[in-house]
């Protein structure tokens, strides 16, 4: 059955490694979020695309993190140096989004998530 | 203050009863959404709202977009329905979902 799928599920690092996460939306679907969640914060949006392309990553620390879609069945977030404070569970959804239709009028499908430690 | 908040926290409920679970924000939007959140970590889109009211089995999720304000009802509660119930909304004119701090539900036996 479709579903996002997330690589790695666990994942734990020391502090300054760099750290990939990587995402497979449902085939066909045109968006593309990522999200982090904490205990302190909730879920928070790091960045979103569509077709592709980032629409907003206002939501992500530009110094160490990276977000890219290389096609339209891989996202990547990236982290380097990596930190403590980086530790969360990161979440990517995907969705189709038609022209013209607001993009939280469409539901986010939400893999299983990848758990960093950063020690 | 967070723009969308929800109440209570947590709540425990023996099997059986009624659970209301609410949702205020403070912004204009577009729709509203209701998120699960398994112990497992897994979410699930439960409902996505623009205006009124939508049943799916057990679950009832209403919106009053004047008031600001959203519920998610379960009735009949069971054991299995023991999750996390997070509320969303997106603002108009924007593109992300804003995210409430979640509702921790334990239905007990």
């Known amino acids: 059955d479709a579903r996002v799928t997330q690589t790695p599920r666990h994942k734990v690092t020391e502090m300054g490694q760099e750290v990939t996460m990587r995402c497979q939306p449902i085939?066909?679907?045109?968006?593309v979020f990522w999200y982090r969640q904490t205990m302190m914060q909730g879920l928070e949006l790091l960045a979103y695309?569509?077709?592709?392309?980032?629409?907003?990553d206002s939501g992500m620390p530009k110094d160490r993190f990276s977000a890219e879609m290389p096609d339209a069945t891989l996202a990547t977030l990236k982290i380097q140096p990596s930190e403590p404070r980086d530790s969360a569970v990161y979440f990517c959804?995907?969705?189709?989004?038609?022209?013209?239709?607001?993009?939280?009028?469409?539901?986010?499908?939400f893999g299983a998530g990848t758990r960093l430690s950063v020690l | 203050k967070n723009e969308v908040e929800q109440s209570p926290q947590n709540l425990t409920a023996q099997e059986g009863e009624f659970i209301t679970i609410n949702c205020s924000y403070s912004?204009?939007?577009?729709?509203l959404h209701w998120l699960q959140q398994h112990p497992g970590g897994g979410i699930v889109s439960l409902f996505m709202?623009?205006?009124g009211k939508k049943k799916h089995g057990r679950l009832i999720a209403t919106i009053n977009i004047q008031e600001k304000h959203s519920s998610l009802h379960i009735t009949a509660s069971h054991p299995r329905d023991s999750a996390v119930y997070i509320c969303?909304?997106?603002?108009?004119?924007?593109?992300?979902?804003?995210f409430g701090k979640g509702t921790k539900l334990s239905v007990k036996p």
């Open positions: 709202l623009s205006s």
């Open positions: 912004v204009g939007i577009s729709a």
């Open positions: 085939l066909g679907h045109n968006t």
């Open positions: 695309f569509r077709n592709r392309a980032p629409l907003d």
């Open positions: 969303a909304v997106g603002k108009s004119g924007q593109g992300n979902l804003i």
């Open positions: 959804a995907s969705g189709f989004v038609s022209d013209g239709t607001a993009l939280a009028k469409n539901i986010q499908y």
